[in-house]
Antibody, heavy 119, light 108 residues
Framework: EVQLVESGGDLVQPGGSLRLSCAAS????????MHWVRQAPGKGLVWVSR????????NYADSVKGRFTISRDNAKNTLYLQMNSLRAEDTAVYYC????????????WGQGTLVTVSS | SSELTQDPAVSVALGQTVRITCQGD??????ASWYQQKPGQAPVLVIY???NRPSGIADRFSGSSSGNTASLTITGAQAEDEADYYC???????????FGGGTKLTVL
């Protein structure tokens, strides 16, 4: 059974940092591209970042570029999102998701982890 | 444009057919995918590619596309289909993903 389990969400002050993790199981993690998607309270889904299967290629939404870093450890079957210089508008549930055929279809999602940026 | 536009809300009578649409320039080049999200839950992929349903998704869900518009059709809507529905695709660069704003479906 495919499982994605996020962790690391917390309450952090503006300007602070946080690292999210996504533990994958039930599939060959090293062969799939992975994404982070976020959802602010009561709002819609927003794409954040993606990484290819071996970690050599990454892309970011303009709103997080230069502040967030996506990475992965295929030996540990884990995806990461390092979040720096956090702002109030980064407050959201963060989901990791697996993509089908390196395209745009996200076929498995984690349950999400809540990041709250507030003083 | 890298945006995808959806109607904020749509309603359908129980057992009837409803179409939810998604518009955007990138849909001329890339297929849309569709997700169902119920309150407090993670999104679930219901349609991807030309018109593919993941395992476990009811066959009353179908997808289509024409020009810059993608559509999700639910034929014979059920009470459990009441949810938010999101489309997504690649943006015009092909390197980023973009989501529509979501459509809240109410089953009457």
């Amino acid at each position: 059974e495919v499982q994605l389990v996020e962790s690391g969400g917390d309450l952090v002050q503006p300007g602070g940092s946080l690292r999210l993790s996504c533990a994958a199981s039930g599939f060959t993690f090293s062969t799939y591209w992975m994404h982070w998607v976020r959802q602010a309270p009561g709002k819609g889904l927003v794409w954040v970042s993606r990484i290819n299967s071996d970690g050599s290629s990454t892309n970011y939404a303009d709103s997080v570029k230069g502040r967030f870093t996506i990475s992965r450890d295929n030996a540990k079957n884990t995806l990461y999102l390092q979040m720096n210089s956090l702002r109030a508008e980064d407050t959201a549930v963060y989901y990791c998701a697996r993509v089908v055929d390196s395209g745009s279809s996200l076929d498995y999602w984690g349950q999400g982890t809540l990041v709250t940026v507030s003083s | 444009s890298s945006e995808l536009t959806q109607d904020p809300a749509v309603s359908v009578a129980l057992g009837q057919t409803v179409r939810i649409t998604c518009q955007g320039d990138s849909l001329r080049s890339y297929y849309a995918s569709w997700y169902q999200q119920k309150p407090g839950q993670a999104p679930v992929l219901v349609i991807y590619g030309k018109n593919n349903r993941p395992s476990g998704i009811a066959d009353r869900f179908s997808g289509s596309s024409s020009g810059n518009t993608a559509s999700l059709t639910i034929t014979g809507a059920q009470a459990e289909d009441e949810a938010d529905y999101y489309c997504n695709s690649r943006d015009s660069s092909g390197n980023h993903l973009v989501f529509g704003g979501g459509t809240k479906l109410t089953v009457l």
